[in-house]
């Protein structure tokens, strides 16, 4: 009896012999070596209404929301009070009117912001510009003239009434007034 009990109980392994402190046990990695990492797809961000690289539209497109084109449009953009983004993949034979323009594909038209106008590194935009702001990355290819506008409070200038000469002379007389009364 007392021998079985040995039996099933789980023998201890002995201890691994301790090492000498003069033994460096410093375990050193073989480097890494990773391969290249592709910059990541310019893709619509999320919330935005967008027109994909297959869609063929010849017309005219009225977005009330942020715009992501990427197809193949003719005709007129109008995205008056947002930002409108012409993809990497984007062809445009449009005019186009926005808030804000984003140009990461090739357009030919002319365009017109309200704000800016950003053309990034890789696009192409041949037509005529009307902006408040612009910005042309290098390697950006354009071809046009380029208007820069102030937005509407800034054009307005202050009103100024004429006054006729009585109206100038006015003032004088009140002042000349007060001083008889002395």
Do not use: C
């Amino acid at each position: 009896m007392w021998n079985k009990r040995r039996e099933e109980e789980p023998t201890p392994r002995p201890a691994a012999p301790p090492m000498p402190s003069s033994i460096d046990t410093r375990v050193e990695s073989a480097p890494v070596v990773s391969a290249p990492v592709k910059p990541p797809a310019v893709e619509p961000p999320r919330g935005v209404a967008a027109i994909g690289k297959s869609v063929i539209i010849k017309g005219q497109i009225l977005s009330r929301e942020d715009l992501w084109l990427d197809g193949e449009i003719e005709g007129t953009v109008e995205v008056p009070e947002h930002r409108l983004t012409i993809g990497p993949h984007a062809r445009l034979t449009a005019g186009i009117r926005a808030r804000e323009v984003i140009v990461l594909g090739a357009v030919n038209g002319n365009v017109e912001a309200a704000e800016k106008i950003d053309i990034r590194k890789d696009a192409k935009l041949v037509g005529d510009i009307k902006t408040g702001g612009i910005i042309i990355e290098d390697g950006a290819y354009f071809k046009g003239s380029i208007d820069i506008v102030r937005s509407a409070d800034a054009q307005k200038p202050a009103p100024q009434a004429k006054q006729t000469k009585e109206q100038a002379a006015a003032p004088v007389q009140a002042a000349v007034a007060g001083e008889n009364r002395r």
